[in-house]
C-alpha cells in the first residue's frame, strides 16, 4: 500500500504548525520547531491580501530572536527586502542566518533609559522606516493578527484531546499564549492559563531590570497582552529554566530551547498536581541555537547557572516583594494588569492599541 505525504508549496507552511506529542498520562507538548512561522506567516499573507505590500515595500521590524528568524525565512520565500532592527544579545548563529536569507540587520548598541534595548530598536525602527518610501512593520507586539493566528493551534488542540483543562506557556508577546486560549475557551470556558515569565520583566508586575533567560519576559508592554486571559503566573530564573531544558531532553528526547524548559518546569508540576486534567505545554523553538550554552555543562557552570537539583514546587507569593529569584507563582485570576495589588505602576503609560481591526 502506498504512503501518501502530503505536499506542501514551502518549508515554512510544512513546519509552522506543531506536534503534540504526549509527555505523561495528562500532560501534552505542542512542539515547535520554530513557533513564530505561524504569526509571521499569517500577518505578511495577510497585509499581502489587504494590498498593504507593493512591489517596492520593505518589510521592517524590531527582534533579537525568533520572530525576525521566521521574518527572514518568509521574505527569502517571497522575494521582499527585509530590514531587522536588533541588539547586542542576538547570537552570532542567528545573526549569520538571518544575513545568509538576505535580511539587514542593525544593531543598537545602547539601551534606552525606559524601556531598554526594546525601547532603543523601536526609536530605531522608527528612523530607518522614515527614510523608506515604503514600508511594513509587521508589528509583533501590536498587531492582533499575531495572536489571531494561534487560532489554527486551539483547532488543532480541541481536534485531537477533547477538553483541554489547562494550557501553560512561556510569555513575551503575549500572542501565542493569548491566542490559544481564546481559541480553545470558545469550546471550554473552563480552560485555565498558566503564563511563564522571568523574574525583572515588566509583563506581569515586576520592575523592569536585566534578566539573563531571554526569549520571553519583556521591557514594554505589548498590546497583545491580554491579562485577563491568565489564571496563573509562574516566574523562574535563568538556572532552572536550564535545568529543565536539559531534563525535557533527557526525558523526552526533545531538544528544545529554555522558553520550552521554562513552561514544562510549571506544567509538569501543574499536570501532577491535577491528574484528572488534560493539560497541554508550549514548547516554542528547538534547542540548535543552544548547544554552545544551555546545553554545555562548562558554560553553565561558567555563568553560575549550574543547578545541583531543580526545586519540586514553585513558592506561592501574594505580594510581589515577596518573588524573590527563585521559581514563584501568583493566582492572576484572570483580572486586569491594574487590578493586580502590588504590581509596578506603569511608567510608560497605558498600553497602545492595536494597529488595525
Known sequence: MAVTTPAYHS??????????????PNLYGAVFTLMKLLPARYILQHADQRGELTDDTVIVETTSGTFGLALAMETALMERELILVSDPAI???????LTDLGARVEICPEPAP?????????????????????????EQYTNPDNPRS???????LAKLLGSVDCV???VGSGGSMCGTVRGLREVTPHTRAIGVDTHRSVLFGQPDGPRALRGLGNSLWPANLDHTVFDEVHWCSAAEAYASTRALHARHALFQGPTSGAAYLAAQWWAERHPDETCVVMLPDEGYR??????????????????PALPQEPALIDDF????????????????????????PRSSGPLPEPVRS
Open 11 to 24: 518549508i515554512t507552511e510544512a513546519t509552522m504548525m506543531p506536534r503534540i506529542i504526549r509527555l505523561a
Open 91 to 97: 547570537d552570532a548563529n542567528l545573526y549569520r542566518r
Open 114 to 138: 525606559v524601556g531598554g534595548f526594546q525601547e532603543a530598536r523601536l526609536r530605531r525602527l522608527a528612523e530607518i522606516r522614515a527614510e523608506l518610501p515604503s514600508s511594513y512593520c509587521p
Open 150 to 156: 494561534y487560532g489554527v493551534v486551539a483547532q488543532q
Open 168 to 170: 501553560v506557556g512561556p
Open 290 to 307: 543552544y548547544q554552545a550554552t544551555v546545553y554545555d555543562d562548562a558554560w553553565l557552570a561558567e555563568q553560575g547557572h549550574l543547578l
Open 321 to 344: 516583594a515577596d518573588a524573590g529569584d527563585s521559581w514563584t507563582r501568583l493566582a492572576w485570576d484572570r483580572r486586569r494588569y491594574d487590578d493586580v495589588p502590588g504590581a509596578v
